[in-house]
């Protein structure tokens, strides 16, 4: 009984975490303890909000009658078919619910102070479980008093079924109760109701609440790290102090004791900075509404030079050639500057910084890989790779999914086409299958397998190479007779005017490197307006068509959607297949998103 109160806790914290409203850069943090390691703040029912496509879609009756139908569903499942008078727990659910429906247009914000290790004893030894000291708020302001008449039926309820105990503390009064991580306390300071884990945390709510205490807000390393990435009408704000983070888990993370640590260094900090994320001091992130569209910017401070994990957004701009060739109607494209031989090292660098024998072991399979395919996979394919790499999925280069591909820019094709050709012969041995030539058909289709119309002589799996409209496209070639199962893919490959080209069938390498007739993507005035959106010097870029993705699986999910309502008739009747938005709907709220990544002397901003 006492789980079933600690999860309605836990819902209440949630709900009430992801239920507020402001305008602020931050929202609350001027209500919040300084000392806040990570921070969440969240808007709601702003006139900006309520303009936007989500609060519209928010607005739509049938989306109103879904949320009745799964509020209905959840107190069943929860209670069963008692009435609210007859069960505590139908009281507890309700009660959370109506306060949740409050909640929805307030200002709220939730903290999290510190992670502790639990104290000795009732544990085994060397586990530490961690205890969050934390607290959520939220600014009723006119509304407190029925917010409040919720929260008293809450209480009673509760007090059936734990031992709920009043603290008084100057002129603050709150309700606490014992949970395996800590006191878990609720109340009031003026109109801002609080809900807290950890000892001391109420008054150190107050006073924040009050103004008698130094807020989150007065810290100069939060103010100035929000005021990079917010803008105008933030629905959603958050902080992490990462150099604080790092601390605390230390502590708490049990790290295997793999080898000693230098002096004064713990295992922990050693990989930190094996995954180059040592030097970040804070992480920031703001969501506004611009246009009637969420624009969301996050930013990881970090001087440069960025190493280890950072080094994935930390790439050089991306060149004009990165999109060309895309065609207009991809459904997802994304692409990033990446060198993948000085990426092939980095990793390198780390596992030895982890641990040194683990880098010798890598070094080992790395040269035994190579020694298998006669190739150094690092100086004969990865340095003759350049660094910019574009993976594609559009319906004119071979369908939905099938048409995805990925192309890679190369720094000497030459000399990769001849560290390519000689993996191909090495593969065709090791399927014990000779590569093959085959005659160019008609269109630049695919050849027909060998001794088409009479038994193969092909019993295994073999390398092909055709002509399409002067392309090269080299697949593997998969008959039954010489495999366990079939194989619905073939994978295939092509290098063509200095770019190296892979999909699952050699059809989308010969589409995408011959061209298609579709319109450019970076010539597209859709995506050319989004694209101004986000930063011009971008390392990484990602594109996806949601409306066009909607459009094509907006099928599987009626279908999949309507057997769930079906099958779970039984235990949830309340939510019924006439839930689910006819597609019409569901397009009038959707647009593209596009999201780039770049960097600076100072981070990295997404």
Not at 62 to 74: E, M, P, Q, S
């Amino acid at each position: 009984m006492k789980a079933k109160i600690e999860i309605a806790i836990a819902v209440l914290s949630i709900i009430t975490v992801l239920t507020g409203v402001s305008t602020a850069a931050a929202p609350m943090a001027e209500k919040v303890p300084e000392g806040a390691v990570v921070y969440i703040g969240w808007s709601g029912r702003s006139l900006a909000f309520n303009g936007s496509m989500f609060g519209q879609l928010l607005d739509e009756p049938g989306v109103k009658d879904l949320f009745g139908a799964i509020k209905t569903a959840a107190a069943t499942a929860i209670t069963g078919a008692k009435k609210p008078d007859e069960s505590d727990e139908r009281v507890m659910f309700e009660s959370i619910w109506a306060m949740a429906a409050i909640a929805w247009d307030k200002p709220i914000a939730a903290a999290l102070f510190d992670i502790k290790g639990r104290p000795p004893g009732g544990l085994a030894a060397g586990i530490r479980e961690p205890r969050p000291v934390a607290a959520a708020i939220i600014d009723l302001a006119k509304d407190r008093a029925a917010f409040e008449g919720h929260f008293r039926k809450l209480l009673t309820a509760m007090g059936k079924q734990v031992k709920l105990s009043q603290v008084t503390i100057g002129n603050i009064t709150y309700s606490s109760f014992a949970t395996e991580v800590g006191p878990c306390s609720m109340g009031f300071v003026g109109n801002v109701f609080f809900i807290s884990i950890g000892d001391g945390v109420p008054m150190k709510v107050a006073a924040a609440v009050s103004g008698k205490g130094k807020s989150l807000a007065g810290v100069a390393k939060f103010s100035a790290a929000m005021k990079e990435v917010s803008g105008k009408n933030v629905q959603m704000a958050y902080y992490v102090d990462v150099q604080r983070l790092l601390k605390i888990l230390e502590k708490i993370v049990p790290m295997p004791a793999t080898g000693p640590a230098p002096a004064g260094k713990s295992q922990f900090r050693m990989v930190v900075k094996a995954l180059g994320i040592d030097g970040v001091t804070a992480i920031a992130g703001a969501s506004s509404i611009i246009d009637r569209g969420f624009y969301e910017k996050c930013r990881i401070f970090s001087p440069a030079p960025h190493r280890g994990l950072l080094m994935l957004g930390a790439g050089k701009p991306l060149g004009p050639g990165a999109l060309a060739g895309i065609p207009a109607d991809a459904d997802w494209v994304a692409a990033i500057n990446l060198d993948p031989a000085r990426m092939l090292a980095e990793i390198k660098r780390i596992v030895t910084a982890i641990e040194p024998d683990a880098g010798d072991v890598f070094e080992t399979a790395l040269a035994k890989a190579g020694d298998k395919i006669g190739l150094g996979i690092d100086k004969d394919l990865l340095a003759h790779m350049g660094d910019q790499w574009t993976i594609v999925s559009a319906p004119s280069l071979g369908g939905t999914l099938t048409g995805t591909a990925v192309i890679v820019q190369l720094k000497d094709a030459a000399k990769f086409s001849a560290s390519l050709a000689k993996l191909e012969t090495q593969l065709a041995k090791m399927m014990s299958g000779p590569a093959e030539e085959a005659r160019e058909r008609p269109g630049g289709a695919p050849p027909m397998p060998p001794g088409a119309g009479r038994r193969s002589s092909v019993r295994g799996p073999a390398i092909r190479k055709y002509k399409s409209g002067g392309i090269e496209v080299h697949y593997i070639y998969t008959p039954a007779a010489g495999m366990p199962v079939w194989i619905p893919v073939a994978p295939a490959w092509a290098v063509h005017k200095g770019r190296f080209y892979l999909a699952a069938y050699p059809q989308v390498v010969a589409a995408l490197a011959g061209g298609v007739k579709e319109k450019p993507l970076d010539w597209s005035g859709g995506f050319v307006a989004f694209r101004k959106r986000v930063s011009p010097n971008a390392s990484a870029l990602s594109y996806t068509n949601t409306p066009s993705l909607v459009r094509r699986f907006y099928g599987v999910v009626l279908a999949g959607g309507t057997f769930a309502t079906n099958a779970l008739g039984k235990f949830a009747p309340s939510i019924r297949p006439e839930h689910l938005p006819p597609l019409p709907k569901v397009e009038k709220y959707i647009w593209p998103d596009i999201a780039a990544i770049s960097s600076d002397s100072k981070g990295i901003t997404i």
